[in-house]
């Protein structure tokens, strides 16, 4: 079974940035990830992007070329196109182009990244809605533009997408947007990380003000959102300081935050608590990123919602710690460099208590009226959840058993929080004591096939097996 | 709006390959992502639910949501973790009215 010292899943900001420190250090790094390219969803196809649409997609995506460019090392050995369908202990199994493949390492860095928070009203499952991030990956990687998008819900990635659209030629139709004015007014009690965070603030500002200038429209504390049609969204209805609206639309652009992807750590059985201003569960680890088990670290989004350049510097930190573990920096090395990255990260964390004032979740899709889907894959509403746990269903597992939501493809990426959610507020409990769904290998759909590759004949297990 | 115009693509002199989707021919940029190539040819339903029937569309793009599920050469596949290829044969995902599903 090939070995590497330091096995990372993903290759966003902070796989890439762990892989760097971590080989620089002299250690041997086996990079997987999804991806035609590395970059994550963040930097997505930097390299190709940042040379054709460098202008449309602005400076905070194309300097994600410096973290590509890094991996161009030795001890670096960057696989596209795997995908990782089993973590157990420290093995690793997935999938690449040429087959299934087993890896054995020391360490493993979870590098999963964030998902974008469900965002369940009624509509939501029609043909012609997706995520706003959906059509930032469309813009990085294809260069395929939407038009006349409505983006609808909260925070600075509503503003962004709709500035790269705008800049593409395609100027959004509208921003229904779902936090309230009383939203910031909140959020300016947080100003001292506010003024932490002015570079944020000032482009932000700008965003707005670029939006303004091409008379983009903005409805900011819509509710009572709905999307309509029949065989695709035809229309998104919401009203809007007491007026009702129904804006037409082909194309509907959801956002109302991210949240860590917890799949892999779920699956490794790592310890995760609920944080609250986040909306959404995180592992626990320590400030380098290790779990409670050996060898099993994570870093970036994953790990706690920050953004790209906190999963940077959480990568490099991992990286510092993994190295250290292994014997290949001394303690005093590792503190040494790590310092500025550590008081770096948390000047960089220090908006985000602004920032989840300022954007809340739309909080009619966090506890969905009875009609709304919750589960897309397997089609369960927010009502047959309440009913599971009218009839006594205490937690999302045995929702899971009793209604099927969470059963299907996505393994409940998409409905958990949400169904976490429905029956916290059913027991007036808080979410953390309600829980998860557990996730198991395989982490996506595999082929007996690719599991079948997996099979050793040399291993003498196999050969004393009674049909050996 | 017409389904191709929902679209815009920028990079137009991109050359163009011929895929088949549920039969029908349609031209699409080589080495594009799939699922986007699919929508921006004026694709509407990547794929039918199981249970309600309704059509699907790419809803994250990022290997997530399952939406984009389609069958290609007998395996389904996400569309949007794929690459357009010359002569692909895309169909859309099977479904499932057995099982779990007969019950609701």
Not at chain 1, 130 to 151: D, F, H, N, Y
Not at chain 2, 33 to 53: E, I, K, M, P, S
Request: glycine share 12%; hydrophobic share 45%; net charge positive.
């Amino acid at each position: 079974m090939p070995r590497a010292d330091l096995t990372i899943i993903g290759a966003g900001p902070a796989g890439m940035a762990a892989a760097a420190e971590a080989a620089g250090a002299g250690l041997n790094v086996l990079l997987l990830d999804e991806q035609p390219t590395p970059g994550g969803q963040v930097y997505r196809n930097v390299d190709e992007a940042a040379a054709r649409r460098g202008k449309i997609l602005g400076r905070d995506f194309t300097r994600g070329r410096a973290l590509t460019g890094a991996l161009n090392h030795p001890r670096i050995t960057h696989v596209a196109q795997a995908s990782v369908w089993s973590v157990e202990g420290t093995n690793v199994a997935y999938t690449a182009p040429d087959g299934a493949r087993e890896v054995v390492s020391d360490h493993v860095l979870i590098a999963t990244g964030a998902l974008e928070r469900a965002m369940p009203m009624p509509g939501w499952t029609l043909p012609g809605v997706m995520t706003a991030g959906a059509a930032q990956i469309m813009l990085k990687q294809s260069g395929i533009a939407v038009r006349e998008a409505v983006l609808v819900g909260s925070g600075p990635l509503l503003y962004l997408v709709a500035v790269q659209l705008l800049r593409a030629g395609c100027p959004p139709r509208a921003l229904v947007e779902t936090q309230t004015r009383g939203d910031m007014r909140h959020a300016l009690t947080h100003w001292r990380a506010a003024l932490r965070g002015w570079r944020y603030l000032q482009r932000g500002a700008a965003m707005l003000n670029e939006l303004r200038n091409a008379g983009v429209r903005r409805h900011v504390g819509a509710r009572d959102l709905a999307l309509l049609g029949s065989r695709r969204v035809e229309a998104v209805h919401f009203s809007c300081g007491g007026d009702l609206h129904e804006l037409p639309a082909e194309t509907v652009l959801l956002h109302h935050g991210v949240v860590p992807n917890v799949q892999a750590t779920r699956a490794l059985g790592l310890a995760h608590r609920w944080a609250p201003r986040q909306h959404a569960f995180v592992p626990v680890l320590d400030r380098w990123g290790l779990g409670a088990q050996p060898g099993i670290w994570g870093a970036g989004d994953g790990a706690g919602i920050g953004g790209a350049r906190v999963a940077e510097l959480s990568g490099r930190i991992a990286g510092l710690g993994i190295a250290h573990e292994m014997g290949a920096l001394s303690e005093a090395e590792r503190d040494r460099r790590a310092a500025p990255l550590l008081s770096a990260r948390a000047v960089e964390m220090s908006i985000r208590p602004f920032l989840d004032r300022a954007f809340p979740p739309y909080a009619a899709a966090l506890v969905p009226a009875d009609a709304v889907t919750v589960c897309r894959c397997e089609e369960v509403s927010a009502g047959e959840i309440r009913r599971a746990a009218e009839q006594g269903c205490a937690g999302p597992n045995q929702a899971k058993a009793f209604t099927r939501a969470g059963m299907g493809r996505c393994q409940g990426r998409f409905c958990g929080l949400s169904v976490t959610g429905i029956l916290a507020e059913m027991q007036g409990r808080d979410p953390g004591e309600i829980g998860y769904f557990r996730a198991r290998p395989p982490l996506r759909p595999v082929t007996l096939g690719e599991v079948a590759a997996l099979h050793d004949p040399d291993d003498p297990l196999v050969q004393a097996g009674p049909h050996g | 709006m017409k389904p191709d115009l929902r679209f815009e693509l920028l990079d137009k002199d991109a050359p163009r390959v011929t895929v088949r989707f549920a039969g029908q021919a349609y031209d699409v940029p080589e080495g594009a992502n799939l699922a986007a190539a699919l929508l921006a040819a004026g694709v509407d339903a990547f794929r039918q639910t199981a249970h309600r029937g309704v059509g699907r569309a790419p809803f994250c793009m990022m290997g997530a949501c399952f939406d984009c599920l389609v069958e290609v050469d007998g395996v389904s596949r996400q569309a949007c973790l794929m690459q357009v290829a010359p002569g692909l044969d895309i169909r859309p995902a099977r479904q499932l009215r057995e099982g779990p599903y007969a019950a609701r």
